[in-house]
């Protein structure tokens, strides 16, 4: 009897899938059962080949040897998770396997882990495509009860291709040409560099910005507050001598109600969330990055299997799914959301195009709880907060608009008009799912506020008495406000997100890895919730040509892969063009003749090639690094002497923390004492240079060269 070679993403993934279809037989590389086998990759087994596989020049990094760009994009088998991919291929060759089946995420880029492993084993079975918005056993079942052909997501492999190979062709070049001119680790990339520019444009106004001092003048009515404006709506002053003549001329004064406006405002309900408004969310709210939203959202999509795809880019429903949401709120009825959801289960749910639009769905719905039991108990923190961002956006969906009736009022004192505004909540509606309210709110659209005075907005949320056109009323006293213009304010990662999705930056999956790309490169930093650019990341951008910095550019590629993925685009003219700029790319790396001055060079010198050290920040604090990029010399920046002394030289050894614990080293001599143990161990580097200086010398070279290889051989074998 044939079976199905089932592939997925993950080990995790694979084994849920596993135990939904019954395969009982566990292996070291897959799972077995009477109808499939399930295995899995461990995300990439494949990527493109390196330049050295192309030819071993290319080992050695020389500008004159760009740009690379080979006729045929090969592939090659990664090394570090190659194992696995020998199971996969093992596995292909059983003829009692008869057709394929791609489970790995159902995107982009999970459609290209598999495609790769198919092309590198030579599969020319029949293969189907599982496509599922969520890990639940019922999900899972109807999935495998529905496959759909594999060759329906050609054009998406296509995509995923060219966005490979674009990434390929311009970020290694790039790179590469700007490392060698500049003999310094300078990255730059397709998506990563207009990232990093935005960033640094955000950096130019915030310095170029000059403060000014300005005044507000509002007149206390006794039940209420007017705040004086010009025609333009504009109520900044910034002459103080104008401010003290309207003071004057108002104090005390009766004012003529000239205008009396009543309007009801609804606001509808907040759509569902997609992962970039999910990142934007929790790092306003918790501060989170968006690669640890994502990292947490991942696990209440997988190990907890509480939420639908995490990697949408898309805020609707589909109208196959109406026949579930009922389902779906009874699920999450529980704890706190109880008496939230208890109301919408009595009758049916109300739904509109709002909501539910077919059209406005790409490859996966929005994210939205599933309909599996919920134990909040068994949720970490960070878990439970993001969950509880989701169900109450969920619910929301299902409750009325909130009405408000609005107020505005304008009052002439002495002809000078004093605006009044009030707010009174007819239906808090949809708000009622956030208890305040305030919770509910996402930001101006580009997650910067505009000048709000504090006063202004106390202001609009007052009580107004009942007036009418004509009506007379003393202005008790004025009230002057004090302020100073501000600077822009520095991104935030819900700031750039923004940026990055209004300008087609990348992808929901991809923009968390981006901004973290530019934080381990050193570009930029993360301070107090903020982004800002480091010296290096200053001088970067300057040397990178303008059409890479440029957000237009990135975001015409990003809408031709796009294209291409719905069929409506052709990969040779795209990749036609990304070779013609990495040509130029190049060119402009070549030609310029701008410097570059490391931002982080300490007076230090590296003990091996006498080259100054740079300071960097890693997982474990502070490191001092050889500028020398053929010098594998490092260090930790930060002493801890201790009065332990060295056997050899007895000077005081640093202590210091290794994956076995802490340890005190004697650098110089290069003497390591583990848990009081003098080992006499030597450094690998220290140990080629031995080796090549004791094996070179001609009367005792054969015999204390052998001895020192035996010697240190026996020195890593006991490591």
């Not at 059983?94 to 882990?113: H, P």
């Not at 970039?276 to 306003?284: F, G, K, S, V, Y």
């Not at 990495?582 to 402009?588: R, S």
Request: aromatic share 6%; hydrophobic share 35%; net charge positive.
């Amino acid at each position: 009897m044939s079976k199905s070679l089932v592939l997925a993403e993950k080990p995790s993934v694979a084994k849920e899938i596993a135990r939904v279809l019954g395969c009982g037989q566990k292996h070291k590389s897959y799972f077995e059962g009477p109808k499939h086998v399930v295995t899995w990759a461990l995300g990439h087994l494949v990527g493109l080949a390196e330049p050295e596989d192309y030819d071993t020049k290319y080992q050695k990094w020389n500008l004159e040897d760009l740009p690379i760009i080979p006729g045929r994009m090969k592939l090659k088998v990664l090394k570090e998770t190659s194992h696995q991919y020998r199971a996969i291929a093992d596995l292909a060759k059983r003829k009692d396997l008869s057709e394929l089946i791609i489970a790995t995420d159902s995107a982009r880029e999970g459609e290209l882990v598999a495609r790769w492993i198919m092309e590198m084993i030579r599969w020319n079975k029949p293969y189907h495509r599982l496509w599922i918005s969520s890990q639940t056993d019922k999900a899972i079942r109807e999935g495998f009860a529905n496959l759909k052909p594999g060759k329906q997501y050609d054009r998406l492999y296509e995509s995923a291709v060219c966005r490979a190979e674009a990434d390929w062709l311009i970020g290694l070049n790039v790179t590469r040409a700007l490392t060698s001119r500049y003999e310094a680790q300078l990255s730059a990339g397709r998506v990563q560099t207009p990232t990093l520019a935005m960033i640094m444009d955000r950096e130019q106004e915030i310095r170029n910005f000059r403060s000014a001092e300005y005044w507000t003048v509002q007149a206390d009515f006794g039940a209420f507050r007017g705040t004086w404006r010009q025609r333009s709506g504009e109520s900044r002053i910034f002459d103080r001598g104008r401010v003290d003549a309207l003071v004057q001329q108002v104090s005390g004064k009766r004012g003529t109600v000239s205008s009396v406006k009543k309007t009801e405002r609804t606001e509808p309900q907040p759509l569902a969330y997609d992962l970039t408004e999910l990142q934007r969310d929790a790092n306003r709210r918790f501060d989170f990055s968006a690669k640890h939203t994502l990292s947490v959202l991942q696990r209440l999509y997988e190990q907890h299997k509480l939420v639908t795809y995490p990697r949408t880019d898309s805020r609707h429903l589909t109208s196959d799914m109406v026949s579930t949401l009922q389902e779906r709120v009874q699920s999450v009825a529980v704890g706190p959301y109880a008496p939230l959801a208890k109301p919408l289960l009595r009758g049916t749910l109300p739904l509109s195009r709002r909501i539910v639009d077919d059209a406005k769905v790409t490859d996966h719905h929005a994210i939205i709880p599933t309909d599996e039991y919920v134990n909040l108990s068994a949720l970490s923190a960070d878990e439970r907060k993001l969950y509880d961002l989701i169900v109450r956006r969920f619910l929301a969906l299902f409750y009325p608009a909130a009405r408000y009736e609005v107020t505005s009022m304008i009052l002439d004192v002495e002809g000078e008009p004093f605006h009044v505004s009030g707010r009174i909540v007819k239906e808090l509606g949809w708000r009622g799912v956030y208890g305040s309210g305030t919770a509910a709110d996402s930001g101006s659209e580009d997650g910067d506020d505009d000048y709000v005075d504090e006063d202004d907005r106390k202001a609009s949320q007052q009580e107004l008495p009942e007036l009418a056109a004509g009506d007379r009323i003393e202005a008790v006293r004025c009230r002057i406000g004090s302020h100073r213009t501000q600077p822009p304010k520095r991104h935030t990662e819900a700031t750039l997100l923004t940026q990055m999705e209004k300008h087609h930056l990348g992808t929901p999956a991809t923009r968390a890895e981006i901004i973290e790309k530019l934080v381990s490169s050193d570009t930029i930093e993360r301070e107090s919730g903020a982004l800002h650019p480091t010296g290096k990341g200053t001088q970067l951008i300057e040397l990178v040509a303008k059409e890479l910095r440029s957000p237009e550019l990135t975001a015409k590629w990003e809408q031709e892969l796009e294209d291409i993925a719905r069929g409506r685009g052709k990969t040779e003219t795209f990749i036609g063009g990304i070779r013609e700029m990495t040509k130029q790319l190049v060119q402009g790396v070549r030609s310029n003749e701008a410097e570059y001055k490391p931002h982080n060079l300490t007076n230090s010198r590296c003990p091996e090639c006498g080259e100054r050290l740079m300071e960097r920040k890693s997982k474990r604090g502070k490191m001092l690094v050889c500028a020398n990029r053929e010098c594998e010399y490092r260090r930790s920046a930060e002493k801890q002497l201790t009065n332990r002394r060295c056997p050899q030289c007895h000077k005081k050894m640093e202590m210091k923390t290794g994956k076995a614990g802490k340890y005190v080293q004697c650098l110089p001599c290069n003497v390591v004492e583990v848990l009081g143990e003098s080992t006499g161990r030597v450094a690998k580097h220290q140990q080629q240079k031995l080796v090549k200086q004791y094996s070179k010398q001609e009367n005792l070279g054969s015999s204390l060269g052998d001895a020192l290889k035996a010697a240190l051989s026996r020195q890593d074998g006991e490591n």
